[in-house]
């Protein structure tokens, strides 16, 4: 039997009834809850959510920059001459591939465009590109200068012919010799210029292949504009006392095969001529020629 002290604590009125109902349910829903919902997850997926904005903020800023510079850096024109357009030139110019296809195939004939109008009916660009580019096109003087006679109208080669050409001494030439050229203008010559300096001299016309920049049509041009002085001093390395240093400095060697030669002459002795370079890793070869011209075997 319960005593009545302890009985009087399990009698409830009906507002206690109702309150311990409801509480009961509340702590039902809440562990319900606990066992349903991950907050870590959520609270991590927000800062998750928060994180990427940021960082896709930040990276549509940089491009926002980027295309800022973009805009505000425009390819500069420069004057040039149309008939050597490279293909990186041309898709800057906004010349199709096709455009550029038809003044190559032209070119190939032996013939060279010598005004806009010209270019336009060869390359068949648009008129919005050609007044875009034609104001930046440079010719060669005996363009500007011809008159309307049917002389004039002949092409570059044809007038050239009419011409009495004085042949000069590459060593001796000068920028505006070189640039009398047709196909070398102000950057090929002072790249020509250089390659000069390196060597001290041309020993050859030859060498002129090897030059960047001079195309084949330049290369022959060259030729029946200059020769190699006969007194030449060239200054020639020994190829069996000179070490890798000194042996590497030459244009047509680089540190590997300096080092290579070094290496053959203590295994094998002293080089005797120049076939025995083609012994050697890394030997340029077609270059041979050319090189035997600045060594010394003794």
């Not at 907050?39 to 997926?45: A, I, K, R």
């Not at 000194?246 to 002459?265: C, D, H, M, Q, W």
């Amino acid at each position: 039997m319960i005593p009545n002290k302890l009985k009087s604590y399990f009698l409830f009125s009906r507002e206690h009834r109702s309150g311990i109902f409801l509480l009961i349910a509340i702590l039902v829903i809440f562990q319900i809850l606990i066992f349903t919902v991950n907050f870590t997850n959520l609270f991590q997926n927000e800062s998750a959510d928060d994180f990427t904005s940021s960082q896709w903020l930040a990276i549509q800023h940089e491009i926002d920059s980027l295309k800022k510079v973009t805009e505000e850096k425009k390819y500069e024109i420069k004057p040039f001459n149309p008939n050597f357009i490279t293909d990186y030139k041309g898709y800057v110019l906004g010349i199709s591939v096709e455009e550029l296809n038809r003044l190559q195939a032209f070119r190939n004939q032996g013939k060279y465009v010598n005004s806009a109008k010209e270019f336009q009916q060869v390359t068949q660009v648009s008129d919005e590109v050609l007044n875009k580019i034609s104001p930046y096109f440079k010719f060669p003087d005996w363009v500007k200068n011809k008159n309307n006679s049917k002389e004039g109208k002949h092409s570059f080669f044809e007038n050239k012919k009419a011409k009495v050409i004085v042949k000069k001494d590459i060593n001796l030439a000068s920028k505006e010799d070189l640039m009398a050229v047709y196909g070398i203008g102000d950057k090929i010559s002072d790249i020509i210029l250089k390659e000069k300096d390196k060597f001290g001299m041309f020993a050859s016309l030859e060498q002129l292949q090897f030059v960047w920049g001079v195309s084949p049509e330049a290369y022959e041009d060259l030729q029946k504009r200059f020769f190699i002085g006969e007194n030449l001093e060239l200054k020639k390395i020994n190829i069996n006392s000179s070490n890798t240093k000194t042996l590497a400095a030459f244009p047509y060697f680089n540190y590997a095969f300096a080092k290579e030669i070094v290496t053959y002459r203590s295994m094998h002795g002293e080089i005797k001529k120049i076939e025995d370079l083609t012994k050697i890793n890394n030997c340029p070869q077609e270059k041979l020629k050319l090189i035997a011209l600045y060594l010394e075997f003794n």
